[in-house]
């Protein structure tokens, strides 16, 4: 059979021409546009998503408050998917689930019945077998929704008609907080606790001007479901709602019980926010299977309704700090949870805001929900009054509007034109019933005119001024204050602070989890990245064997206990235990081994962690920064990314910061000095250009005291010092193109 021929339409007809790249561009911005807004980034005036707004609205319409009957979780999930939100049926139970989860919510949304998952991980049973309602929280957030409060727009299908925001009349994003993941960018919210949340916004409305560190005194931090310690010091808190950007250091919660005889065991009652108990469990057992715990025998889950995680020690002379430190750094019994104030503010624009910032978000909507609200009510007491002044005139006329009902064909105009009625009065006559004719009707009616008219007049008052407005929001506030007070079950704070435990003591815990001596060693290090540790400090490396045509790279002393910073070309700094390292006994082994390190990358440097330095980090493009050695600091095989580069870039130079200025030299062999103020202190990136070349890239780069001279290793191996005079001609500015190096500079293009 032969192919159908599918006739070419006619040149001009049908056919639009258009740029690929203008349309993918098009296409690719509509879809990102629908993620961060659709799915992805929480409302900073509600603190909801779509799908979690829709699911409050339908069960709102399904009259599912608080004091109602569940109904099954099945019938919200239908009329949601139905009505509002045309996604799959499992997702939006899966929302709702998370919204009735009391481990997962710090204040839950949904009040659930019947199986919704558990702090093990285990998954809610099936929507037909679950049933739901709304919390007093929902309720509060879907307060004042009928009074005109907020807009409301078009469903998917034209159908019905949505929130596009709730009044919330509880700060939702901070108190519940929320995480998700958009197109480029992403947010990560912690719960906080509403009656510290309330207070800051209380201090906000009398000093509107407060900045995030003021409002620290009633923001404390974090407030997890789950509860846990947080072991961040105060100006790293600080630092992270000043910004919108940082990290909570969050740990279990754990007592010493004494069982006599001098032992004892370790019971932890709280784990971190977001950590699945089953799989901590199995965690622990794996690192005891393969001997990873030196310090702990067994683990037993004891867990009934609260949580009850026993861990026995190997034996009773074992310090239980020092097993929980261990634990803590080999488990996720201590995590980060990040903070990304990444919200929508206005619902439109995405925005990395502080603590001061994201409230001051929500008092503004607050502001907006109440002039709404007033100005909705004082609409329908108008009417009201309106309809009240016919039904008096009717009272007072009534044997003439019952003859002009009665004897008129259309007794409406009649009765507009003899007694002056609007359009509404008329009506309101006309409509009323019998029965409404007694006397007793006419003083009720009176004593509603009056009071409707002295609650107009509040409403205008209201209305027209701001400072009124602020304080019936403040009042609002302390009312939902004394619901979420800290003397309420709901209300009382569940996470904790505490210091993190100083250096001497997880030192003295990695000892003695290691049952290390701790041993003066020798770290060498060869060209093609193989190491090996010889004893004892400054050992002899001149008569070490190498493998084929391997020579020595670098060597330094450290001890067994020490770990090791390597920096690699790829940018990343690896993190190694020097006590994994072979002997001086053979060719040592490779670093790939300790480190997850790229085929195409090499070693830069290595060199044993001190903490509290700073090292100077630079790519062969010229570009560099500072960089705090404890943001370097990684704990996984797969290092921690500190200077981005992209191939054919590589990173060729870190140096330990020292003095007050930076010399940089090319391939070129061009030298440039330049303050080391003028460069940036990062925790990551891409840095800021160093020098500028033609051709050819950065060789190296040092700090140093200028002061003191600049000294660098000749070719005979001898410290050659150039004192501040003679640097005159190469000392100018960040991304000079810089002087030809000073004679006797060595041709190796190296400082040392």
């Given at each position: 059979m032969g192919k159908r021929m599918i006739p070419p339409p006619e040149k001009g007809k049908g056919i639009e021409i258009v740029e690929l790249k203008e349309a993918?561009?098009?296409?690719?911005?509509?879809?990102?546009?629908?993620?961060?807004?659709?799915?992805?980034?929480?409302?900073?005036?509600?603190?909801?998503?779509?799908?979690?707004?829709?699911?409050?609205?339908?069960?709102?319409?399904?009259?599912l408050d608080p004091n109602q009957a569940f109904k099954k979780s099945a019938r919200v999930v239908g009329d949601v998917i139905g009505k509002f939100h045309p996604h799959g049926d499992q997702a939006v139970y899966d929302a709702l689930v998370r919204l009735a989860q009391t481990f997962a919510q710090r204040y839950p949304l949904v009040d659930g019945q019947g199986n919704f998952g558990n702090v093990d991980g285990d998954n809610a049973a099936a929507m037909r077998y679950t049933e739901a309602r709304l919390t007093e929280t929902a309720r509060l957030l879907l307060e004042g929704i009928d009074d005109d409060a907020v807009d409301f727009r078009e469903t998917y299908d034209g159908t019905e008609q949505e929130p596009i925001v709730l009044p919330g009349a509880f700060p939702n994003l901070l108190a519940n907080g929320s995480t998700g993941i958009a197109v480029g960018m992403a947010t990560s919210i912690p719960p906080h606790n509403a009656a510290e949340l309330l207070d800051a916004a209380l201090h906000l409305i009398d000093k509107p001007k407060a900045k995030s560190t003021e409002l620290l005194k009633y923001v404390k931090g974090p407030d997890f479901p789950t509860g846990g310690i947080i072991v961040d010091d105060k100006a790293t808190i600080r630092e992270a709602y000043n910004t919108g950007?940082?990290?909570?250091?969050?740990?279990?919660?754990?007592?010493?019980?004494?069982?006599?005889?001098?032992?004892?065991?370790?019971?932890?009652?709280?784990?971190?926010?977001q950590v699945q108990k089953s799989k901590l469990i199995e965690k622990i057992a794996d690192l005891l299977t393969n001997k990873k715990l030196t310090l702990l025998a067994d683990v037993r889950d004891e867990s009934a309704e609260n949580v009850r995680v026993v861990l026995e020690p190997r034996s009773r002379g074992v310090k239980p700090e020092h097993m929980m430190e261990q634990l803590f750094k080999l488990t996720e019994l201590e995590t980060r949870f990040s903070l990304n104030m990444n919200v929508l503010t206005n619902g439109l624009v995405p925005k990395v805001v502080n603590l001061a910032e994201v409230l001051k978000e929500w008092l503004d909507h607050r502001r907006v929900v109440l002039q709404r609200r007033s100005k909705h009510r004082l609409a329908e007491i108008k009417h009201r009054l309106e309809v009240l002044g016919g039904y008096l005139i009717a009272y007072l006329n009534i044997d003439a509007v019952i003859k002009i009902i009665r004897n008129e064909d259309e007794p409406k105009p009649v009765l507009m034109k003899r007694f002056k009625l609007s359009d509404v009065q008329a009506d309101a006559i006309l409509n009323m019933r019998l029965r409404n004719l007694r006397k007793l009707e006419e003083f009720e009616i009176r004593k509603e005119h009056k009071e409707l008219t002295e609650e107009k007049a509040q409403l205008e008052k209201l209305i027209g001024s701001p400072a009124l407005q602020w304080k019936m929001i403040g009042n609002e506030i302390k009312a939902v204050r004394e619901t979420y007070g800290p003397a309420t079950l709901l209300g009382k704070r569940r996470t904790t602070f505490d210091k993190a435990p100083d250096e001497g003591v997880a030192q003295a815990a990695t000892e003695a989890s290691m049952m290390l001596e701790r041993e003066p060693i020798t770290v060498v290090v060869s060209e093609k990245g193989w190491v090996r540790a010889l004893k004892g400090r400054d050992a002899d490396v001149k008569n070490l064997t190498w493998k084929g045509d391997d020579a020595l790279k670098l060597h330094f002393n450290a001890e067994t206990t020490s770990k090791l910073l390597a920096f690699a070309t790829n940018?990343?700094?690896?993190?190694?235990?020097?006590?994994?390292?072979?002997?001086?006994r053979g060719h040592g082994e490779p670093i790939r081994l300790y480190a997850e390190l790229d085929q195409n990358a090499d070693i830069v440097d290595v060199m044993p962690y001190a903490g509290k330095r700073k090292f100077l980090v630079a790519s062969r493009s010229g570009n560099g920064f500072v960089v705090s050695e404890d943001d370097v600091l990684g704990t996984t095989r797969k290092g921690k990314q500190v200077l981005n580069v992209k191939a054919p870039d590589r990173a060729v130079s870190v140096s330990v910061v020292e003095g007050d200025s930076v010399a940089v030299i090319g391939e070129n062999r061009k030298l440039v000095i330049f303050p080391l103020s003028e460069l940036p202190e990062m925790g990551r990136g891409r840095g800021v250009r160093m020098q500028k070349y033609k051709e050819g890239g950065l060789a190296d780069a040092k700090t140093f005291a200028l002061g003191d001279g600049l000294t660098w290793l000749d070719s005979a191996g001898r410290n050659f010092t150039t004192n501040k005079k003679e640097l005159a001609d190469w000392r100018g500015k960040r991304s000079d193109a810089g002087r030809l190096a000073p004679k006797g500079f060595p041709k190796s293009g190296k400082f040392r």
């Amino acid at each position: 059979m032969g192919k159908r021929m599918i006739p070419p339409p006619e040149k001009g007809k049908g056919i639009e021409i258009v740029e690929l790249k203008e349309a993918l561009e098009e296409r690719y911005l509509a879809y990102a546009l629908s993620t961060i807004m659709g799915r992805a980034l929480p409302d900073a005036r509600d603190g909801l998503k779509p799908v979690h707004r829709r699911i409050l609205h339908a069960m709102r319409l399904l009259r599912l408050d608080p004091n109602q009957a569940f109904k099954k979780s099945a019938r919200v999930v239908g009329d949601v998917i139905g009505k509002f939100h045309p996604h799959g049926d499992q997702a939006v139970y899966d929302a709702l689930v998370r919204l009735a989860q009391t481990f997962a919510q710090r204040y839950p949304l949904v009040d659930g019945q019947g199986n919704f998952g558990n702090v093990d991980g285990d998954n809610a049973a099936a929507m037909r077998y679950t049933e739901a309602r709304l919390t007093e929280t929902a309720r509060l957030l879907l307060e004042g929704i009928d009074d005109d409060a907020v807009d409301f727009r078009e469903t998917y299908d034209g159908t019905e008609q949505e929130p596009i925001v709730l009044p919330g009349a509880f700060p939702n994003l901070l108190a519940n907080g929320s995480t998700g993941i958009a197109v480029g960018m992403a947010t990560s919210i912690p719960p906080h606790n509403a009656a510290e949340l309330l207070d800051a916004a209380l201090h906000l409305i009398d000093k509107p001007k407060a900045k995030s560190t003021e409002l620290l005194k009633y923001v404390k931090g974090p407030d997890f479901p789950t509860g846990g310690i947080i072991v961040d010091d105060k100006a790293t808190i600080r630092e992270a709602y000043n910004t919108g950007r940082g990290s909570f250091r969050t740990r279990a919660r754990w007592n010493v019980e004494k069982l006599g005889s001098g032992t004892w065991i370790a019971v932890v009652t709280e784990i971190p926010y977001q950590v699945q108990k089953s799989k901590l469990i199995e965690k622990i057992a794996d690192l005891l299977t393969n001997k990873k715990l030196t310090l702990l025998a067994d683990v037993r889950d004891e867990s009934a309704e609260n949580v009850r995680v026993v861990l026995e020690p190997r034996s009773r002379g074992v310090k239980p700090e020092h097993m929980m430190e261990q634990l803590f750094k080999l488990t996720e019994l201590e995590t980060r949870f990040s903070l990304n104030m990444n919200v929508l503010t206005n619902g439109l624009v995405p925005k990395v805001v502080n603590l001061a910032e994201v409230l001051k978000e929500w008092l503004d909507h607050r502001r907006v929900v109440l002039q709404r609200r007033s100005k909705h009510r004082l609409a329908e007491i108008k009417h009201r009054l309106e309809v009240l002044g016919g039904y008096l005139i009717a009272y007072l006329n009534i044997d003439a509007v019952i003859k002009i009902i009665r004897n008129e064909d259309e007794p409406k105009p009649v009765l507009m034109k003899r007694f002056k009625l609007s359009d509404v009065q008329a009506d309101a006559i006309l409509n009323m019933r019998l029965r409404n004719l007694r006397k007793l009707e006419e003083f009720e009616i009176r004593k509603e005119h009056k009071e409707l008219t002295e609650e107009k007049a509040q409403l205008e008052k209201l209305i027209g001024s701001p400072a009124l407005q602020w304080k019936m929001i403040g009042n609002e506030i302390k009312a939902v204050r004394e619901t979420y007070g800290p003397a309420t079950l709901l209300g009382k704070r569940r996470t904790t602070f505490d210091k993190a435990p100083d250096e001497g003591v997880a030192q003295a815990a990695t000892e003695a989890s290691m049952m290390l001596e701790r041993e003066p060693i020798t770290v060498v290090v060869s060209e093609k990245g193989w190491v090996r540790a010889l004893k004892g400090r400054d050992a002899d490396v001149k008569n070490l064997t190498w493998k084929g045509d391997d020579a020595l790279k670098l060597h330094f002393n450290a001890e067994t206990t020490s770990k090791l910073l390597a920096f690699a070309t790829n940018g990343r700094f690896y993190t190694i235990d020097a006590s994994k390292l072979p002997g001086g006994r053979g060719h040592g082994e490779p670093i790939r081994l300790y480190a997850e390190l790229d085929q195409n990358a090499d070693i830069v440097d290595v060199m044993p962690y001190a903490g509290k330095r700073k090292f100077l980090v630079a790519s062969r493009s010229g570009n560099g920064f500072v960089v705090s050695e404890d943001d370097v600091l990684g704990t996984t095989r797969k290092g921690k990314q500190v200077l981005n580069v992209k191939a054919p870039d590589r990173a060729v130079s870190v140096s330990v910061v020292e003095g007050d200025s930076v010399a940089v030299i090319g391939e070129n062999r061009k030298l440039v000095i330049f303050p080391l103020s003028e460069l940036p202190e990062m925790g990551r990136g891409r840095g800021v250009r160093m020098q500028k070349y033609k051709e050819g890239g950065l060789a190296d780069a040092k700090t140093f005291a200028l002061g003191d001279g600049l000294t660098w290793l000749d070719s005979a191996g001898r410290n050659f010092t150039t004192n501040k005079k003679e640097l005159a001609d190469w000392r100018g500015k960040r991304s000079d193109a810089g002087r030809l190096a000073p004679k006797g500079f060595p041709k190796s293009g190296k400082f040392r």
